[in-house]
């Protein structure tokens, strides 16, 4: 018999967290798939229904890459969008390419539960008990929102140099990804957000939150770097959508969300559409001089949002520039957006400042 | 003899190049206007030298400033002090010469924006994303399909008496819609007036879309020259939509301004004189095979981009 190795597309960092999981849960290779290219995309594309979301493209060039590095399981989430939809599909369309591999999805219908977690990994490796899943899910949760949480710091901050942050970050993810004891992980924690805050940061000039679509929130590659872009302006970034977000603050926050958006929006329009009114409003009342909102080109949840928050944007005087991505390669649309968004709120902010 | 201070800005569009030089108090002191022909490094080389012969004598050049979808390149090639967005440059522009304006309307030949002022700032703007519809682009395309200059396009516009209902939302749709209406009788001159209400419909519906539209309203861009636009955007708004002259200037103009708050140095009309050249090629280091342009002044490498990483990092 073969060795089955295992693989799942990219996003973000979390791959270096999901990869002990796996490993550990399946005692299998697991295998980064390769590193998100344009070469990615291009397969992606070729492969994929032409109006299908962005995300799907690029799950799917992950798969190709992975499946020719010599993956043969592969995994897939899902969420309450057509995102829900996507496991079978891509299942269809890589069998099809005629590939040989097993496709385990982890949230069936739109929903997940740790039954159907725990029959999944049970029928990769039947040696697996409920206790060790328990004990590996925790784990890898705690490791997320830890690294969230100093994501979250990073972002707010702007290092008087830039590469600082970005090599406290990678030795934050080795140190952490395979620690196996929970008060080994808060130490690291600890230790690292010490040295986080000992990185010498300058005054932002601006602040911004980023909301929108979960992909072009937490996948760089998706959106040309966009938070890199926004801190060669000295921009102070918020953004909400993170891993943790999604598994655990989404599911507390839900109610509160709703009720504060009653003036907006009286149902639920699909995935993360509430919670960007939510944060929209949010924001504003936290001081921020403007909101970037990020989605694939038609994504239907997060287009059905733009009319309620160019109101929010008319009614509370807080600007809102709309970006769109699609398969195009040229970064040229996005900088000249972005400088232009950033003067404008500049000059924005000196004028208040000469009214007082 | 002390000679007085000049500023000059470059705004290469896609479709046309634009210099202005302005004096201390913003006088315009010498324009020029030409294609750009996918060529922008020699239409820069024509524009300066029509631009040497026309400045003044007792002036000189102390600052460039550079905008449009060239601006970095350019603004490498003539050392520019400032190298900005069309957005803010049009804005700076245009406010310099209508200080009341509230809502500016720019459709050029790639792109289309909207920018609100209020008090003398931008507020607000929008830009068309992805696709290039209801721009100028669009229009010369179809000028050419009807055998019409794209010139007279606006005058035969406004004769039309029942301008014919075009699609607005895309061009490709627009297009087959505009074929269809011929094949079946209707007039040229009704057809073209139908195109220019499209254009105008497609740019509220999109680019304006949700923002409050606020007399005075400036138009400007290459479209701005068309009256059949102007009259469309008169007619659907129902406000009074003011033109300039040069209305196609006021990026240039825009920039130039800017450039007078950066460092000062003497700007040489020599560089008509050196060898530009770009280079493209793909970067093979990793599978994202990054496009890196190189631009080079008497075969040196003088600056690079289009890396991702330093891995592709040419200097």
């Known amino acids: 018999m073969k060795n089955k190795i295992i693989s799942f597309p990219h996003i973000g960092d979390y791959c270096y967290f999901v990869k002990p999981f796996l490993e550990n849960l399946t005692s299998l290779n697991v295998k980064f798939a390769p590193p998100i290219t344009k070469k990615t995309i291009e397969l992606g594309s070729k492969y994929s229904p032409d109006t299908i979301c962005l995300p799907f493209k690029y799950n799917v060039g992950n798969y190709i890459e992975a499946l020719e590095e010599g993956a043969n399981i592969l995994f897939q989430f899902g969420g309450g969008c057509r995102y829900g939809n996507y496991a079978p599909l891509q299942k269809k369309i890589l069998k099809d390419l005629n590939y040989d591999f097993e496709f385990y999805e982890l949230i069936k219908n739109g929903k997940t539960s740790f039954s159907h977690i725990y029959k999944t990994f049970k029928s990769i490796n039947p040696e697996i008990t409920k206790s060790k899943l328990i004990k590996e899910l925790i784990l890898v949760f705690i490791k997320i929102m830890l690294y969230d949480h100093l994501e979250h710091y990073r972002r707010k901050k702007i290092p008087i140099e830039p590469e600082k942050f970005k090599k406290l970050k990678y030795k934050f993810i080795n140190n952490l990804k395979s620690q196996k004891n929970i008060f080994r992980i808060l130490k690291t924690y600890f230790i690292y957000r010490k040295k986080y805050k000992k990185v010498r940061c300058k005054k932002p000039k601006l602040k911004i939150g980023l909301i929108g679509e979960l992909y072009t929130s937490m996948e760089p590659f998706s959106t040309f770097d966009l938070e890199e872009e926004l801190k060669k302006y000295d921009v102070s970034i918020k953004r909400y959508t ?115 | 003899m002390k000679k007085n201070k000049a500023y000059l800005g470059i705004d290469i569009g896609s479709i046309s190049t634009k210099g202005v030089i302005i004096d201390e108090k913003n006088n315009i002191l010498a324009s020029e206007y030409i294609w750009t022909k996918a060529d922008p490094i020699n239409t820069v080389k024509k524009l300066l030298k029509t631009l040497k012969n026309k400045i003044p004598k007792e002036y000189n050049v102390v600052a460039v400033g550079t905008t449009g979808s060239a601006r970095k390149l350019i603004g490498i090639m003539t050392r520019a002090s400032i190298i900005k967005n069309e957005i803010t440059a049009h804005a700076i522009g245009t406010l310099s010469k209508y200080k009341d304006v509230k809502t500016i309307f720019e459709i050029g030949g790639q792109d289309s924006k909207i920018i609100l002022i209020e008090n003398g700032i931008v507020t607000d703007y929008a830009m068309n994303t992805i696709c290039a519809a209801g721009t100028g682009s669009f229009l010369s395309s179809q000028a050419k399909r009807l055998g019409v200059d794209v010139k007279d396009f606006g005058k035969i516009a406004i004769n039309s008496k029942n301008p014919t209902k075009i699609a607005a939302r895309c061009t490709v749709f627009a297009e087959s819609d505009l074929v269809h209406k011929a094949q079946i009788g209707h007039k040229k001159e009704d057809i073209i007036a139908g195109l220019c209400e499209s254009v105008v419909n497609n740019y509220l519906n999109n680019v304006a879309k949700g923002k409050k539209i606020k007399p005075p309203i400036v138009f400007q861009g290459g479209v701005s020259k068309n009256i059949g636009v102007v009259k469309a955007f008169e007619k659907i708004t129902k406000e009074k939509i003011i033109t300039d002259k040069n209305g196609h200037l006021m990026g240039a103009l825009g920039v130039a301004i800017l450039s007078k708050k950066e460092k000062e140095e003497l700007f040489d009309f020599d560089i008509l004189n050196l060898n530009f050249e770009t280079k493209g090629y793909e970067c093979k280091k990793c599978p994202n095979h990054c496009e890196i342009i190189a631009i080079k002044k008497d075969k040196q490498i003088i600056d690079a981009w289009g890396n991702r990483c330093e891995k592709g990092a040419l200097i």
């Not at chain 1, 694939?296 to 008319?314: A, D, M, Q, R, Y």
């Not at chain 1, 398969?327 to 924005?348: C, Q, Y």
């Open chain 1, 242 to 356: 993170t891993v943790s977000y999604l598994l655990i603050y989404k599911k507390i926050f839900n109610k509160i969300a709703k009720y504060k958006v009653r003036n907006y929006l009286k149902y639920h329009i699909g995935a993360d559409a509430t919670y960007n009114v939510y944060r929209t409003l949010k924001l504003k009342e936290k001081g921020y001089d403007g909101i970037i909102h990020t989605k694939p080109f038609g994504c239907t949840p997060e287009v059905g949002v733009i009319p309620i928050l160019s109101k929010i944007s008319n009614e509370k005087n807080i600007p809102i520039m709309f970006l769109s991505f699609d398969t195009e390669t040229s970064n040229t649309g996005i900088k000249t957006r972005v400088e232009a968004f950033v003067d404008m709120l500049m000059m924005r902010k000196e004028k208040k400042s000469e009214k007082k």
